[in-house]
């Protein structure tokens, strides 16, 4: 099993409409959980980090932790084109502290 | 953003050449992270230090050679690389190791020969 798993994309959703971005982890004492933006060509860039249970609020961005059944997301409110990019979700394991990434998921909003 | 820097920005390089990336933070961090992304790869990470101590040797080759004089500079020295080296090299900084979210610079895209 990945330590770090996320659904490759291409998500397409329309601008204006809510892309929900997904990310599981398979180990259980992770603490800290981050997403990432990365367009491309450029390096990742940290949009939103959440290190407890339940919804953190950033402007157009909500990351949603729920350790239990080891799942986080990231939903990104009226979608705009700029927001055409790969999101990267990373995980610090818990014992030694790296920071695992997923492969990334690529969404493309649609004008 | 400035908050850590890279150069080159590109390279090429024949698999004979002798070459080092550097990396520059101005955040104040005491970590500090090289990762390598290779196409259709999750990032991998390479080296971490710590209080510029190395911490972290994530099985990588012996071509590749870290140094990290002060808590604010790293460098990536490279020799005899292979084709498969070619990659983005990205250097990252923490405030410490462990919790806290990294910040990455803008990387060296890398083209061994």
């Known amino acids: 099993q990945k330590e770090v798993e996320q659904n490759s994309g291409p998500l397409s959703v329309p601008e204006g409409a809510i892309a929900s971005l997904n990310c599981t982890y398979s180990?259980?004492?992770?603490?800290?959980f981050f997403w990432y933006r990365q367009y491309s060509g450029k390096s990742p860039e940290l949009i939103m980090s959440?290190?407890?249970?339940g919804d953190k609020e950033d402007g157009r961005f909500t990351a949603q932790l729920n350790k239990a059944s080891q799942y986080v997301s990231l939903l990104i409110r009226d979608s705009q084109p700029s927001d055409s990019a790969t999101y990267l979700c990373?995980?610090?394991?818990?014992?030694?502290?790296?920071?695992?990434f997923g492969k990334g998921t690529k969404l493309s909003v649609k004008p | 953003e400035t908050g850590v820097t890279q150069t080159p920005r590109h390279l090429v390089m024949g698999m004979t050449n002798k070459k080092s990336l550097k990396c520059e933070q101005h955040?104040?961090?005491?970590?500090m992270y090289w990762y390598k992304q290779s196409a259709k790869k999750p990032l991998e990470l390479m080296f971490v230090?710590?209080?510029?101590?190395?911490?972290e040797n994530n099985s990588v080759p012996s071509r590749f050679s870290p140094e990290c004089p002060n808590s604010s500079h790293l460098f990536l020295h490279l020799h005899t690389l292979q084709p498969e080296d070619s990659a983005l090299y990205l250097c990252?900084?923490?405030?410490?190791?462990?919790?806290?979210?990294?910040?990455f610079g803008p990387g060296t895209r890398l083209t061994v020969t």
């Open positions: 959440i290190y407890s249970n």
């Open positions: 990252a900084s923490s405030p410490n190791r462990g919790r806290n979210e990294q910040y």
């Open positions: 990373a995980v610090i394991r818990g014992s030694q502290g790296n920071l695992i």
């Open positions: 180990d259980r004492g992770s603490q800290s």
């Open positions: 230090y710590n209080f510029k101590e190395q911490t």
């Open positions: 955040l104040g961090h005491n970590a």
